[in-house]
């Protein structure tokens, strides 16, 4: 009998699944696959660890660990305490030399169970530190929280794929937070150099943040901050999300943006505040600066009370309006709005170094001047 192509092509689909079910299988097979982990697995109960060491001459600790709630606090006395949880599955190696302490969770096996990926969520470690430590912590973990509370460090290091990050009370030489997929709190932060904090998914809520310098890198993260003091440059490279600077104060602030708007209730910057953005609506009710250069391709922006010397702007699609601080005797003038209304003169000089220079291709121009 003869099997036409319209017949055969009907067979199609099913070889198709076929071979699907069949390379799903041989996954399963090399990842240890039984049917009995299509249940819920039960494991053998944790067993809870106390442990004290004395601090001494320990100047590093590090936490490696996963599927574990972490918490820094401080000690009542002056020992390290550390309280854990384990079975046989999942011990926890505690090792101390002569100058650091290590926690590290370790897995006999790897089994894939197929329906049990939330089974260890919250295994709980705590340490209590005392005042005297001024070491480093290195924390390196996922699927679970971090909390520090009221501690001083020389530098505090935090890796979280998945889990949320909380500090407060805490004064570290440096502070660097990579945390992927969770949000970030910080209460009362005093980084004496740098501040660094890389976040791809989850809010970030600041207040009282200080440091010597910041640089802030975030994918799709919603940023909160306010009374925020950088001693020298503020920096945030930012995709998606809306931001709300609040009050902040640096020498320099640079923002690249790509989607989302941007407010501030005050920002005050010695020198340069740059902006380069791409879809942000940015609505400042006060910015005080030596210079500042805004590039914002599809935007509007209204700027309350703006105060600098250099006032450059450049914008394709979308309205500027600002009150700005002083008279237009003030500043050197050239402006256009190629597609929109202009209350600026198109070209005003005078023997003032002030200048503002402002273009826009499909928007308005409102600028008023106050003494």
Known sequence: MKVTLKQLLKYVPVICILLGLLLIGGGFAMADFKMENLQTVEHKPYMKREKTITMHQISSIRIDSYHSEINILPAKDDNIHIQYEENDEYPMNVTKDATSLQLKRATKSFQFNFFDFDRELNIPITIELPKAFHGKLDIDTSYGNVT????????????????????????AEAVTLDVAYGSVVLNDVNSRQAFQLNSEHGDIISKNLKADSAVL????????????????????????????????????????????????????????????????DVTLQKLSAKDMTMENAYGDTMISELDADSILMEGERGSFSATVKGSID??????????????????????????LQINV??????????K
């Open 148 to 171: 520090v509370h009221d501690m001083a460090y020389q530098n505090i290091t935090i890796n979280n794929d998945h889990g949320n990050v909380s500090l407060s009370k805490l004064k």
């Open 217 to 280: 890198t975030t994918a799709y993260s919603d940023i909160t901050l306010d009374d925020t003091e950088i001693t020298k440059d503020m920096t945030l490279y930012h995709e998606h999300a809306p931001v709300n600077l609040g009050k902040l104060r640096a020498q320099a602030l640079q923002i690249e943006s790509a989607y989302g708007d941007i407010r501030s209730t005050g920002l005050t910057i010695a020198e340069n505040a740059d902006f380069s953005l791409e879809r942000s």
């Open 330 to 355: 003030d500043f050197n003038i050239l402006s256009e709005a190629e597609h929109g209304d202009n209350t600026l003169p198109t070209k005003y000089e005078n023997s003032s170094r002030r200048k």
């Open 361 to 370: 291709e499909y928007g308005d121009i409102n600028v008023k001047f106050q």
